[in-house]
């Protein structure tokens, strides 16, 4: 049988395995069997799928014999902070980042954390040995709405962590036509703030369409931006240069007087060279908030995230939450007289790049011909102040290749050898 998790929760094209009526039956029946949880909370983002998927989820905890208590469309982390608070645990519909066409599911325990390997484990296991046949009856029959009640203890919470009378100014916040849509407009209304938000309009198809922190060439200048299910942030300056999480990590941890700092084997060398001229403790991770949190909770952190713009900050919530990130900004950008422009000129990165390689299968690198090869002579290329990373994506069918050096035309040189080795390769 197929994997079924990947990096961050269970994601695929809605309609094919794992993504099925079928399986989200039997998944919504596992989970709630194997957890012994009596209230389990969901939420989903703006997909299309996420409909029938939400449908087929609630029937299955139905089958367990529990009653699901369904919070609407809100983002991923609001839904962590809900389940701390109220529920034994919960359910994400969500492909995040990806395309419409995708979707998936996030599990939650009673700490609103994402569960663990051997929790993923257990529910596989019992995912290759249940038989059942699937009940799967119409509870809901829209998408876009939210639970508003439930929402207030989350905006409370802000409001005892966060200054908001502080913030004068805002910044525009792109929703990415996702989860954020509609709730950042309740969040208004809530804090009394105006966040000038755009791209809310979801149709169910064009979450994440040329838009939001996922597309950060399409985030409009001076303003911040959501993924589709509101776990990352990313920003945009008036010269148009990318505010990513690195950056984000460095200005906050300057301002809250951070010790300890997670970041990812992704995370720019300069926010290693930053921690390490203001004597705060830098650790690396695998790549996924899930492995940033579990470091943090090992050696007590604060504060960690992903280039990417997961950013977890513990006196907000358990996990990347775009929203409280983006309010704890305002707060400290009004503060501070710090706007949105200084930040890339303050917290310079090291020239890095991305390069992404659609790929069949995930094939063992020593596979690839002439792939070690290829990363020896880049090393040479790079010298010794950059490096280059492969990886895997865990979501997606895509070889990333991490390349990163302070010399620009080293880095280009760097960038045409690698795209000559795999259009080759094609051919």
């Known amino acids: 049988m197929k994997k079924i998790f990947g990096t961050d929760g269970i994601r695929g094209k809605a309609g094919e395995f794992p993504i099925t009526p079928e399986n989200i039956f039997k998944l919504g029946y596992i989970f709630a069997t194997i ?44 839904l962590s902070f809900c389940i701390k608070e109220n529920f034994d645990g919960g359910v994400m519909i969500t492909a995040s980042h990806n395309p419409f066409t995708d979707n998936g599911l996030k599990f939650f325990n009673s700490n609103g954390e994402k569960i663990s390997d051997m929790e993923e484990e257990k529910i596989t ?25 439930v929402l207030k203890g989350y905006f409370n919470h802000l409001k005892t962590k966060i200054d908001t009378t502080s913030i004068k100014k805002t910044y525009p916040a792109d929703c990415a036509n996702g989860a954020t849509s509609l709730f950042i407009q309740e969040a208004g209304n809530q804090l009394n703030l105006n ?36 776990d990352r942030i ?6 148009g240069r990318i505010i990513n999480g690195d950056i984000i990590l460095m200005f906050l941890a300057d301002l809250l007087d951070i010790k300890k700092l997670v970041g990812t084997v992704m995370t720019n060398v300069s926010t290693e ?21 579990e470091k943090m909770n090992e050696i007590n952190a604060k504060l960690g995230g992903e280039t990417s713009g997961h950013i977890i900050f513990n006196e907000l919530n358990n996990t990347g939450d775009g929203f409280a990130i983006y309010l704890k900004l ?17 917290y310079k990165l090291s020239p890095q790049k991305v390069i992404n390689i659609k790929v069949k299968e995930k094939v063992p ?6 792939f070690e090869q290829l990363l020896k002579k880049c090393e040479i290329i790079l010298g010794d102040s950059g490096r280059v990373f492969p990886r895997y994506s865990g979501t997606e069918n895509l070889l990333r290749i991490l390349i990163e050096c302070p010399n620009e035309r080293n880095l280009e040189k760097t960038e045409r050898i690698i795209k000559e080795f795999f259009n080759k390769t094609e051919e």
Not at 48 to 56: D, H, Q
Not at 234 to 239: C, E, H, I, L, T
Not at 365 to 370: A, H, P, Q, T, Y
């Open 35 to 78: 957890s012994n949880y009596k209230k389990i909370a969901i939420a989903w983002d703006t997909r299309e799928s996420s409909l029938w998927i939400a449908n087929a989820l609630i029937s299955g905890f139905d089958k367990a014999g529990i009653k699901t208590h369904i919070l609407g469309c809100i983002p991923t982390p609001v």
């Open 125 to 149: 296991e019992e995912f290759k040995k249940t038989k059942i046949n699937p009940d799967i009856k119409e509870k809901i029959s829209g998408i876009f709405f939210l639970e508003k009640e």
């Open 195 to 230: 966040f000038n938000p755009y791209n809310i309009k979801p149709d169910g198809k064009n979450i994440n369409y040329k838009c939001g922190a996922a597309q950060p060439e399409f985030i409009k200048k001076e303003s911040f931006a959501f993924d589709g299910d509101g």
């Open 234 to 239: 990313m920003g945009k300056d008036f010269q």
């Open 273 to 293: 060279a930053f921690c390490k001229k203001r004597g705060i403790e830098f650790y690396r991770t695998k790549v996924g908030d899930r492995f940033v949190k």
């Open 330 to 346: 305002l707060e400290l950008m009004n503060k501070s007289g710090i706007t949105i422009d200084h930040l890339a000129e303050k």
């Open 365 to 370: 690198f020593d596979s690839i011909k002439g």
